[in-house]
């Protein structure tokens, strides 16, 4: 493992003599105005993000480096009246060796909807919608966007319904947000999807499955709620679009404490010991705290995080990454004082412990990690190494990232 992982260090390093100039131009994105004040527009956003692995704990007939089109997205959203908006949001993501197709028709190989929804205005600070859509409940984290990851990617269990309840994070429902004052919302009611990854059958006095609506039907389960709210007490964060921002690199200074929940009567279900099929709710709830800000006019800057969640899935539940239990979670990033329109970089470390009624082990996940901003989040390189303890399985692997998105 060291030659590699000195082979891919090295590389990292050698971003230290790269001088590359920000991007003055792309103030606004990707916008096309249509009319003079631009209060009509079509913004379009694009972004890839490309990986390379190396990981020691594989089979033996299994190479110790791969590589992963981790996403590659596109994002459009016009509205011609202040008062009303569509969005749309397609894609892939993780497109690997194991998933490309001979000739790109395989399901891994397919773009498929993100996002679609349209909303309306109801007044300056409060909007109503409905379609497939992001605004979630429970934390930052399950509402994270993409395009600014401080850390490599998302925390895996903080994206706590991803293929149980929804589709791939997003839900076809309705949505409310807005904020009073410092104070920010987002309120959705949704259907369940039917046919979630966990399609387990439950066993006779065992564990809950996630299959509430696929076993008992769409009356009695169907339905799920979701909620966030975060208090800005510094600068105001922008609630246009549901995803949160990882790190604004000191180009703000926020202090948000926030609070969320997600209800789905039902979701789960278990068979007592006759075989008897019984609802179980689940319910999660967690509490968050967000700090991002300048550390003087060198360009230093400090981006800190932390969240606690309790998860209730069912009766022992515990499957991939989710468990009834508890998780706490945090990071913090340091950007280094230097010239905003040349390459930064930001060390970080992040640190996850999960907890799970069905298991006496917890699953401890440490990362360490460099960003190099060669044009703020628009483009950027990580280097990161993540180590996964759970039982007696230990994993460990060393990942550079590239990413640009217009």
Same mark, same amino acid.
């Given at each position: ?21 920000? $991007?003055? +131009?792309?103030? !606004? ?16 956003? $694009?972004?890839?993000?490309? %990986? ?19 996403? =590659? ?10 008062? &009303? ?14 998933? *490309? ?17 349209? %909303? ?16 979630? !409940? ?27 309840? +929804? %589709? ?35 066993? @006779? ?16 389960? !169907?339905? =799920? /709620?979701? !909620? ?6 510094? +600068? ?6 549901? &995803? ?18 997600? *209800? ?19 319910? #999660? ?19 800190? /995080? =932390?969240?606690?969640?309790? @998860?209730? /899935? ?49 699953? @401890?996940?440490?990362? #360490? ?22 039982? @007696? ?6 990942? *550079?990232?590239?990413?640009? /998105?217009?």
């Amino acid at each position: 493992m060291k030659k590699p992982m000195l082979l891919l260090f090295g590389l990292f390093l050698s971003l230290q003599w790269t001088n590359a100039q920000s $991007s003055p +131009d792309y103030t !606004g994105g990707l916008k096309v105005k249509l009319n003079d004040d631009g209060s009509k527009y079509l913004r379009v956003i $694009s972004w890839a993000q490309m %990986q390379a692995t190396y990981n020691d704990d594989v089979p033996d007939n299994t190479s110790k480096t791969s590589f992963n089109l981790r996403r =590659a997205r596109v994002l459009m959203f016009a509205q011609i009246n202040k008062k &009303f908006m569509i969005l749309t949001h397609f894609g892939l993501n993780s497109l690997n060796s194991n998933t *490309l197709s001979p000739v790109g028709k395989g399901d891994g190989s397919q773009l498929f909807f993100h996002d679609v929804w349209a %909303q309306y205005s109801l007044g300056k600070d409060h909007v109503i919608g409905g379609g497939l859509h992001y605004f979630n !409940g429970i934390s930052r984290l399950n509402n994270q966007s993409t395009l600014n990851f401080l850390t490599l990617d998302n925390n895996r269990q903080s994206w706590s319904t991803i293929g149980l309840s +929804d %589709q791939f994070a997003r839900h076809l429902g309705v949505f409310a947000k807005g904020k009073f004052g410092k104070l920010q919302y987002r309120v959705a009611i949704n259907d369940a999807v039917t046919n979630g990854l966990d399609a387990r059958t439950p066993e @006779n006095g065992g564990a809950a499955v996630y299959g509430g609506k696929r076993i008992l039907g769409s009356k009695d389960a !169907g339905k =799920a /709620y979701a !909620g966030y709210f975060d208090y800005n007490f510094l +600068d105001q964060e922008s609630n246009f679009l549901p &995803f949160k921002v990882g790190s604004y690199l000191g180009a703000k200074k926020i202090f948000n404490v926030g609070a969320g929940f997600f *209800l789905h009567p039902s979701g789960s279900v278990i068979a007592n010991g006759s075989g008897e099929i019984l609802q179980q709710d689940v319910q #999660i709830f967690a509490v968050d705290a967000f700090y991002d800000a300048p550390l003087g006019g060198d360009g230093s800057a400090i981006t800190a /995080y =932390a969240s606690f969640q309790t @998860n209730d /899935y069912g009766k022992d539940y515990l499957f991939s990454a989710y468990g009834t239990g508890s998780m706490a979670y945090g990071h913090l990033g340091y950007v280094f004082a230097g010239d905003k329109t040349k390459t930064r970089f930001q060390p970080y470390i992040s640190y996850g412990t999960n907890s799970y009624d069905a298991v006496d082990d917890n699953r @401890n996940i440490l990362g #360490i990690g460099a960003n190099a901003y060669l044009s703020g989040n628009n483009s950027k390189l990580t280097l990161e190494y993540k180590n996964q303890k759970f039982g @007696n399985s230990k994993t460990g692997a060393l990942t *550079l990232q590239a990413m640009i /998105y217009l």
